[in-house]
């Protein structure tokens, strides 16, 4: 019997997926929009655990989250299409194309921006605490955020700068940007972000299961730890972007997303310190809960027991009658 141990076979690259679309009859599907979906379900279920846990109901979130995606979805779409617009408008250029999605384009930062517009309205309506579904659904948006970045992955884009490692992701000659045709692997810039981002949900879950993150303070945490790495993931980056002073806009926004989460963060530390509690909305006033209708009930009764208690003592304690009878009036 030979002792020799069976070779371990290490791949010199990660290889890109053959395609991103399938088609079921005329109907696409792509690969983008599922890891999309998939994200959000998956941040809607770690949020909705938190959620109950905290002691809200899931149909209030739930009606929270309605609101939170549509809005998110058109704020990074938004976002894209402004900080890129070189992409969509000009010469040679077709608007048009700034409509289809499914290409990839999606801004983080506006779709947490309208996603945050949109949760606000809703909690305005349900009357519960904005800041208190922010802390909750906040490890939630890391989690929906790994998942996403594997939509980048198939359609073979935001890659990183050439690399060599056993690492590198192969990207095909048709997706390289131009000066890179020589280049067949890159740094896999998704997959670091992927790994990072689920790392800052473990962050915020176990912070927060040990101080009680409140006041948003948690969500403070999850953009002060995912600027953290994007800050340094974004300049490993070969696409076409826009720059201002010598950095990414992105690696911008990042640098001061970061310094304002973590200035948040200590200041609502300081004086709001501890968790505040999820209120469901109140009753309204014209219709009034049964236990409330019950003690109205009761203090009517004791009001008018009282009264015909005073009325009783005051008929015993009084003369029956003032007044003389009339015979002995006229005889007087």
Not at 136 to 163: C, D, H, S, W
Not at 230 to 245: G, K, M, Q
Not at 298 to 319: D, F, I, R, V, Y
Request: aromatic share 12%.
């Amino acid at each position: 019997m030979s002792s020799q141990l069976p070779a371990v076979v290490v791949p010199a690259f990660i290889p890109s997926p053959s395609q991103g679309v399938w088609h079921l009859g005329p109907l696409p599907v792509r690969a983008y929009a599922l890891c999309i979906l998939i994200g959000i379900f998956a941040g809607y279920w770690l949020g909705r655990k938190r959620w109950i846990a905290r002691g809200g109901t899931p149909e209030v979130l739930a009606d929270i989250i309605m609101w939170a995606v549509p809005f998110g979805l058109v704020g990074a779409r938004i976002y894209h299409v402004i900080t890129d617009n070189e992409l969509y408008f000009g010469e040679g250029k077709h608007p048009i194309d700034a409509l289809k999605i499914w290409h990839g384009g999606l801004g983080i930062w506006g779709a947490v921006a309208f996603g945050l517009l949109g949760a606000w309205i809703a909690c305005r309506r349900h009357k519960v605490p904005f800041l208190a579904v922010a802390d909750v659904m906040a490890p939630g948006i890391a989690l929906a955020q790994v998942v996403g970045r594997f939509g980048n992955y198939f359609n073979q884009e935001l890659f990183g700068k050439p690399t060599t490692h056993w690492w590198g992701l192969k990207i095909d000659a048709a997706h390289r940007p131009d000066g890179y045709a020589d280049f067949a692997t890159f740094h896999p810039t998704f997959l670091y972000e992927a790994i990072w981002n689920l790392a800052v949900v473990a962050l915020v879950i176990l912070v927060d299961k040990r101080f009680k993150l409140g006041h948003g303070r948690a969500f403070a945490l999850y953009v002060a730890g995912y600027t953290a790495g994007r800050a340094w993931i974004e300049n490993l980056r070969i696409d076409t972007v826009n720059h201002f002073a010598g950095l990414r806009l992105n690696v911008w926004t990042a640098l001061i997303l970061f310094v304002l989460s973590v200035a948040y963060f200590v200041y609502a530390s300081r004086t709001k310190p501890g968790q505040e509690s999820i209120v469901t909305a109140a009753p309204s006033d014209d219709k009034p809960t049964e236990d409330a209708a019950e003690v109205d009930a009761a203090e009517a009764e004791a009001e008018a027991g009282k009264a015909a208690g005073t009325a009783s003592s005051t008929s015993a304690g009084a003369p029956e009658s003032t007044e003389l009878p009339s015979v002995i009036k006229r005889e007087k």
